[in-house]
């Protein structure tokens, strides 16, 4: 009933930007909560940055002031600019969206996840 594209992954050298973004489709009443997370090989999936509906935001301490997550809510699209690139950024990057649907079901989708390697 929704599907969430993500793009914009790619290879980078450290110091370098990469811009994601996370668009949805389907029968999407509202959006509440974004965010972006990341999964490096070995580790856990953490939170890298979080917007609400009001678009207020947080990050975590790593990606703080190299990052920025905002929204575009007539696109139904969340972003992730991502400067200064380290390569312990190195990733695979997925969106996570709180979706209410027409019918007023609430669930959270995930992206596909797009791979970000940043190079030293």
């Known amino acids: 009933q929704v599907q969430l594209v993500e793009s914009g992954g790619g290879l980078v050298q450290a110091g370098g930007s990469l811009r994601l973004s996370c668009a949805a489709s389907g029968n999407i009443f509202s959006i509440n909560d974004m965010g972006w997370y990341r999964q490096a090989p070995g580790k856990q999936r953490e939170l890298v940055a979080h917007?609400?509906?009001?678009?207020?935001?947080n990050y975590a301490d790593s990606v703080k002031g190299r990052f920025t997550i905002s929204r575009d809510n007539s696109k139904n699209t969340v972003l992730l600019q991502m400067d200064s690139l380290k390569p312990e950024d190195t990733a695979v990057y997925y969106c996570?969206?709180?979706?209410?649907?027409?019918?007023?079901?609430?669930?959270?989708?995930w992206g596909q996840g797009t791979q970000v390697t940043v190079s030293s």
């Open positions: 996570k969206l709180d979706v209410v649907l027409f019918n007023m079901r609430r669930s959270n989708y």
């Open positions: 917007i609400t509906s009001g678009s207020m935001t």
